[in-house]
């Protein structure tokens, strides 16, 4: 009998989505619209991992669609990287409401599908986005003012993967000193990913009056 055909990375990124669509495992599915489970190439070598959606994120079924997504864009632009070049995923699939911190039991009930998508794209690098993605992965309590630009080996979902800790994009969007910082720790990415290490960039940011997330990302 010939052998079942193996599933690809694509394949088995949309079973998951499909899992998770209907996950009930936490409060969070009594008030999303939806849940926002991840984009981006199902074979990236570099993953980036946020906090939570938010509430554009939430609507669209997108991860980072807001303001701190058009400045990831940016970023990533300025390292010659598009979305569809990457994966782009959070800590929670679904929005804590009025973007409040997302709780304990909460991450618990939704690491588990992190770190299944993790081992299906078995990315070279997780850069992750703030504290909360940080301290998920890294299992350390150390905050991102800490340990942000410094790279770790880390196994995360069983693979070994290079964890970087970046300043998440909607603190940076107001504090221009951080914004810095995280476009310097961002044009290290090539150098980490084998490639060359491109100047610096820098960002052009509009004014922005409403905070995306809560700044608990610090
Ligand atoms: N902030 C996050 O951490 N994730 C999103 O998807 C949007 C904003």
Redesign the pocket.
């Known amino acids: 009998m010939a052998a079942a055909p193996e599933l690809t990375q694509a394949d088995q990124l949309a079973a998951l989505e499909a899992q998770v669509a209907t996950c009930t495992k936490c409060r969070l599915h009594e008030t999303r619209s939806r849940t926002?489970f991840g984009v981006g190439s199902p074979t990236a070598d570099l993953m980036f991992v946020?906090?939570?959606?938010?509430f554009h994120?939430d609507r669209q079924g997108i991860?980072?669609?807001?303001q701190?997504?058009k400045l990831l864009d940016k970023l990533l632009g300025g390292i010659g990287l598009t979305r569809d070049d990457v994966y782009i995923a959070?800590v929670l699939k679904s929005r804590p409401p009025g973007n409040r911190d997302p709780q304990l039991d909460e991450i618990s009930a939704c690491e588990g599908w992190l770190f299944r998508q993790i081992a299906i794209i078995q990315p070279t690098i997780v850069a992750t986005?703030?504290n909360f993605a940080t301290k998920l992965l890294s299992g350390k309590p150390l905050g991102i003012t800490r340990v942000h630009g410094v790279e770790q080996p880390t196994t995360v979902g069983g693979s070994r993967v290079l964890l970087y800790p970046l300043y998440?994009p909607?603190a940076a969007l107001y504090t221009p000193a951080m914004l810095k910082v995280l476009e310097q720790d961002f044009a290290r990415i090539p150098e980490l990913l084998g490639g060359d290490e491109p100047a610096i960039e820098p960002v052009v940011v509009e004014a922005v009056h409403e905070p995306?997330?809560q700044l608990s990302?610090f």
Do not use: R, T
């Open positions: 926002v946020g906090e939570a959606p938010g994120e991860p980072f669609v807001g701190a997504g959070n986005l703030g998440h909607a995306a997330v990302i």
